[in-house]
Antibody, heavy 126, light 105 residues
Framework: QLQLQESGPGLVTPSETLSLTCSVS??????????WGWIRQSPGKGLEWIGG???????NYNPSLRSRVTISVDTSKNQFSLQLNSVTATDAAVYYC??????????????????WGQGTLVTVSS | SYELTQPLSVSVALGQTARITCGGN??????VHWYQQKPGQAPMLVIY???NRPSGIPERFSGSNSGNTATLTISRAQDGDEADYYC????????FGGGTKLTVL
């Protein structure tokens, strides 16, 4: 059964880089139909797509975060990672990793987040 | 960029039918997915591709999508359905609605 688990520091200093890893078990990360994504949720707020990566290395980023985000994949470890640069207090959130199923039905793209990790809280403070 | 609009809150009496809407320009031409998020938990997919239920989701959950509005319908609402609900589409990236808090009275 597919499981995703986030890991990484729960506290990040302002202006530094937030780094998280998602470990995938129960399925290979090297599958054509999936992207592996990161989503965050600030306290009391809604869901925000950060971005995702295909095992081939193709990425998709939220335009509003693109300049500060790098998402990469390590197929040998069945893991993918998030780096968010120059963090501020507004980056404090619960960060989720998830599997994004991605395919086309005729001309319509279908992209849905079928399985999520439990989430990890990241605080930004000096 | 494409935007999805959801009501902040919806209330429903126990055992009645709740309808949560998701508005977007010609959203009927896209595939809409719905997620349920209970306090302290990760979101969970409850409807995909407008009207399909993943395995394990009760038949009480249904969805529709036409014109400028997609709708998540929860029949015979239960206390356990109290949660935040998010709609989601693809528009060159993943787009979420702002979320709707469902209260069961």
């Amino acid at each position: 059964q597919l499981q995703l688990q986030e890991s990484g520091p729960g506290l990040v200093t302002p202006s530094e880089t937030l780094s998280l890893t998602c470990s995938v078990s129960g399925d290979s990360i090297s599958s054509d139909n999936y992207y592996w994504g990161w989503i965050r949720q600030s306290p009391g707020k809604g869901l925000e797509w950060i971005g995702g990566v295909h095992y081939s290395g193709i990425t998709n980023y939220n335009p509003s975060l693109r300049s500060r985000v790098t998402i990469s994949v390590d197929t040998s470890k069945n893991q993918f990672s998030l780096q968010l640069n120059s963090v501020t207090a507004t980056d404090a959130a619960v960060y989720y990793c998830a599997r994004l199923t991605f395919f086309k039905v005729r001309i319509t793209v279908v992209a849905l987040l079928e399985k999520w990790g439990q989430g990890t809280l990241v605080t930004v403070s000096s | 960029s494409y935007e999805l609009t959801q009501p902040l809150s919806v209330s429903v009496a126990l055992g009645q039918t709740a309808r949560i809407t998701c508005g977007g320009n010609n959203i009927g031409g896209r595939k809409v997915h719905w997620y349920q998020q209970k306090p302290g938990q990760a979101p969970m997919l409850v409807i995909y591709r407008d009207s399909n239920r993943p395995s394990g989701i009760p038949e009480r959950f249904s969805g529709s999508n036409s014109g400028n509005t997609a709708t998540l319908t929860i029949s015979r609402a239960q206390d356990g359905d109290e949660a935040d609900y998010y709609c989601q589409v693809w528009d060159t990236t993943v787009i979420f609605g702002g979320g709707t808090k469902l209260t069961v009275l």
